[in-house]
């Protein structure tokens, strides 16, 4: 099942990749910076959703296993990632 | 010792609510569009702040808890606040 | 016109300026942290819409005269506030 | 001068690009979860200011030219991309 969700997140992951290559076509072709912007935005989208899924496996994962086995460290990570990802 | 850090939030919503107070006032005085956009700014970097502590305090606390006495709910509901709460 | 609007912008900044003693009052009443988050996300939520009714305003009036008038500095400082505002 | 500034932002584009390539190979070798949403804040941080680079000289040229002109509806195009770019 983990393997199924990793090969979503790399689906997932080459499309932004591709979105990427597109942005630097549309510069390289001048094309409307409006129009260049707005797929920046799809990337963008795409990059936050594919972080929130690998925070979300993180948190059923690692997170939950971590808290019962009495590990404080990953609570701190936790909240030091949430920190650093979100503004 | 929750006490204090209760104390402390609300001198920093007290704080936001006079920024917002000062937003109001800025607008019934005509005042430049930038400076209040700054004001505004100012406001919602105090509310994000509060929002983060609230974050972490229920994390350390209600979910690390839930997550020992194997109420998975919990979890849940952390992801969901997560996604709804950080765009 | 402007006094409408500086009427709605008011209207919304009485609304979140409420919203912020509500979360003050659920802290006090030691309220469920994933509540007061929802109270918190909806004043941020506030306040960003009305900094965007303030920007468009902005940009509709002053930085649309200054341009005309040859005045280079307003599109400097529009560019500041693009950048200190949006994260 | 605008050859060169594309060159600048083809250059950090394909920084982009190979960070997100580093993101598919860090989740096929089983990377930690937090060490790859590091890796995507980056990704993130670079497309963000490509975006910010790509709207800022948007507005010096086009939206500065377009008004200048007469253009309303370059105003309004801004104002959309801004509501749609800013979250």
Same mark, same amino acid.
Request: proline share 0%; aromatic share 2%; charged share 30%.
């Given at each position: &099942?983990? $393997?199924?969700?990793?090969?979503?997140?790399?689906?997932?992951?080459?499309?932004?990749?591709? +979105?990427? !290559?597109?942005? %630097?076509? &549309?510069? $390289?072709?001048?094309?409307?910076?409006?129009?260049?912007?707005?797929?920046?935005?799809?990337? +963008?989208? !795409?990059?936050? %959703?594919?972080?929130?899924?690998?925070?979300?496996?993180?948190?059923?994962?690692?997170?939950?296993?971590?808290?019962?086995?009495?590990?404080?460290?990953?609570?701190?990570?936790?909240?030091?990632?949430?920190?650093?990802?979100?503004?």
């Amino acid at each position: &099942m983990s $393997e199924i969700t990793n090969n979503k997140l790399l689906q997932r992951l080459n499309r932004i990749e591709g +979105q990427v !290559g597109g942005i %630097k076509k &549309m510069l $390289e072709n001048d094309r409307y910076c409006v129009d260049i912007i707005h797929q920046i935005n799809a990337a +963008q989208a !795409g990059l936050e %959703k594919v972080k929130k899924l690998i925070l979300d496996r993180h948190i059923r994962g690692c997170v939950t296993r971590g808290i019962k086995n009495g590990d404080d460290s990953i609570v701190e990570e936790l909240l030091e990632v949430i920190e650093r990802s979100f503004k």
